[in-house]
């Protein structure tokens, strides 16, 4: 695997209570480790092991021949080492609101990557938001008005409501329980570990919720070395 797909595999945060704050990148997520204001929580067999950025260098040492399927690595000048699927915050305790952020990467989440008129998948690139009432009508940017669709559904569409256009939706669009990104996640093996965490409700904690919440993000290395 390349390293630049490695950096940008993604890393479950917690605090200091070990709960779930956010999801970052693993560049970011080895940068708190190395400023030591973070730990690597590591599933050994069903049993949680913490390490610090050091210890957990030494452990990728020692599993460097013993690589699994699903496993991200980076490999520096002088030594390789795993990418953690799980962080612990050392100085964190707050916990931001938990909220489902609109977002385009949610709503294509949220509705499979399915476009909601023809019933047919795409992939990101292919695929737009359409406003069912739309935006000219009076229709707001909201989950319960915005859904996943197809380029040649939306330009069929047009400025027109669907039973204008005598198109039907597959599915009433509304505000998910969950986070969508998180719950599709979570069906990839390698992000298995983190259900545990997030037992039944895989939710989003944005960074702009945590400062509207605690006056501060929980990522901010500076706050979080004198929480």
Known sequence: MAASEALNASVLVLNRLYMVVHVVGARRAFGLLVNEVAEVIHDEDGA???????????????RA?????????????NFEI????VIRLLHYDRLPRRTVRLSRQAVFARDGHRCQYCGRRFTPGQL???HVIPRSRGGTSTWENMVCACV???VRKGGKTPREARMTLCAKPGRPRWNPVMAAKLKNPKYRSWAVWLGESPWEVAASSSQAAAGESPLDAGSLKTA
Do not use: H, T
């Open 152 to 154: 040649r559904c939306n």
């Open 128 to 130: 737009s938001l359409d």
């Open 65 to 77: 021949d013993l690589k699994q399927p699903g496993d991200d690595w980076i490999k520096s000048v």
């Open 48 to 62: 949680f092991a913490n390490y610090s950025f050091e210890a957990w260098r030494e452990m990728s040492e020692l």
């Open 82 to 85: 795993q990418v953690p699927r």
